[in-house]
T-cell receptor, first 113, second 115 residues
Framework: GQQLNQSPQSMFIQEGEDVSMNCTSSSIFNTWLWYKQDPGEGPVLLIALYKAGELTSNGRLTAQFGITRKDSFLNISASIPSDVGIYFCAGQRVGGGADGLTFGKGTHLIIQP | ETGVTQTPRHLVMGMTNKKSLKCEQHLGHNAMYWYKQSAKKPLELMFVYNFKEQTENNSVPSRFSPECPNSSHLFLHLHTLQPEDSALYLC??????????????FGSGTQLSVL
């Protein structure tokens, strides 16, 4: 099946630093989603991207839909302790519904005060 | 609070036990899903229900048995599980196709341990 390569697998950063993570695929997707999962909770949607080249922000978070439609990036500016968690990308194939989402393995973000 | 509620939050069971996981959504969605989340693995889709009809079963062993009595409720019946079935089981729902970008809304999950 389709696979997403999400990197980095984990990040150890200082509070206040900016964060960048990305997902790449060998397949084209028509939607990219970014989720965050806090410890002991389910993933919560952060940003949804629907068009190649689209750049969307949600507070300190900014995500981009790659021009090739095979990748996406998530940036977090000026990280704070509550940003700790696991960030997942998910790609939705052309013509697929929510059951057609392919998830990355996640990026563990750990913030040192 | 995502509008998707799962119970119990934690479950410990023996390999000979029978238990059920419950999921409720009050978002008016018509599709509901069961996912399995294991450490260092991508989320694995197990079952999909659209308007109470099962539309997908991703080669899940028969010891997992889903039930969807209506569009708001979803169950996962468990029996004779194996230790490797220990994982976080996530329920999700989504709006009808073509609306709101068909995004998934997840519950908080049931952390299952099989002894």
């Amino acid at each position: 099946g389709q696979q997403l390569n999400q990197s980095p697998q984990s990040m150890f950063i200082q509070e206040g630093e900016d964060v960048s993570m990305n997902c790449t695929s060998s397949s084209i997707f028509n939607t990219w989603l970014w989720y965050k999962q806090d410890p002991g909770e389910g993933p919560v949607l952060l940003i949804a991207l629907y068009k190649a080249g689209e750049l969307t922000s949600n507070g300190r978070l900014t995500a981009q839909f790659g021009i090739t439609r095979k990748d996406s990036f998530l940036n977090i500016s000026a990280s704070i302790p509550s940003d700790v968690g696991i960030y997942f990308c998910a790609g939705q194939r052309v013509g697929g519904g929510a059951d057609g989402l392919t998830f990355g393995k996640g990026t563990h973000l750990i913030i040192q005060p | 609070e995502t509008g998707v509620t799962q119970t119990p939050r934690h479950l410990v069971m023996g390999m000979t036990n029978k238990k059920s996981l419950k999921c409720e959504q009050h978002l008016g969605h018509n599709a509901m899903y069961w996912y399995k989340q294991s450490a260092k693995k991508p989320l694995e889709l197990m079952f999909v229900y659209n308007f109470k009809e099962q539309t997908e079963n991703n080669s899940v062993p028969s010891r997992f048995s889903p039930e969807c009595p209506n569009s708001s409720h979803l169950f996962l019946h468990l029996h004779t599980l194996q230790p490797e079935d220990s994982a976080l089981y996530l329920c999700a729902s989504s709006p009808p196709k073509g609306t709101l970008g068909e995004k998934l809304f997840f519950g908080s999950g049931t952390q299952l341990s099989v002894l």
